[in-house]
């Protein structure tokens, strides 16, 4: 685990822009905390929005939020991100939410979906060399940890 760092707006708004995500797409939220990037992602492209936190007292906040906003297509689940269902999402996110065997386990988990169909997985941090160096994965742009990186699964 790390410490808990929330996604700066700006970064964001990049993702969305980068990420090419429509209102057709479920965005992913991995170590979402108080749910930023699922609320503002909801707001500004009707995408639905996951996210997934293992901190009660976060999904907490993160669910009134959504409540307050009255935003429908936006859930938190409460959960660990290695034992967590992935077969609704087409983009997901991650914000160095955990590295070394989490991290592992959590790209496994991200490999056997994208066996199946076409993802999408969206990084911004320390995480991203990291990513960049799964075979099954090819980056859309040069990959950097101070800017969204977006990567394609291979077919």
Request: with cysteine.
């Amino acid at each position: 685990m790390v410490f808990y760092q929330p996604t700066p707006a700006r970064h964001i708004f990049a993702l969305t822009a980068a990420g090419a995500i429509s209102e057709s797409d479920v965005l992913v939220d991995l170590g979402s905390g108080l749910g930023h990037v699922p609320l503002l992602v909801s707001v500004c492209t009707s995408a639905r929005g996951i996210g997934i936190e293992v901190e009660p007292g976060y999904v907490a906040c993160a669910r009134r939020c959504a409540e307050g906003l009255n935003l429908s297509r936006v859930s938190f689940l409460e959960a660990d991100a290695r034992d967590a269902d992935f077969s609704n999402g087409t983009v997901f996110y991650l914000y160095t939410p955990f590295s070394g065997s989490i991290l592992r386990a959590v790209m496994n988990s991200l490999r056997k979906q994208a066996a199946v169909r076409a993802i999408k997985i969206c990084t911004f941090g320390p995480c991203t060399p990291a990513i960049a160096e799964e075979p099954w994965l090819e980056a859309m742009t040069t990959p950097e940890t101070d800017r969204i990186t977006v990567f394609l699964s291979r077919a």
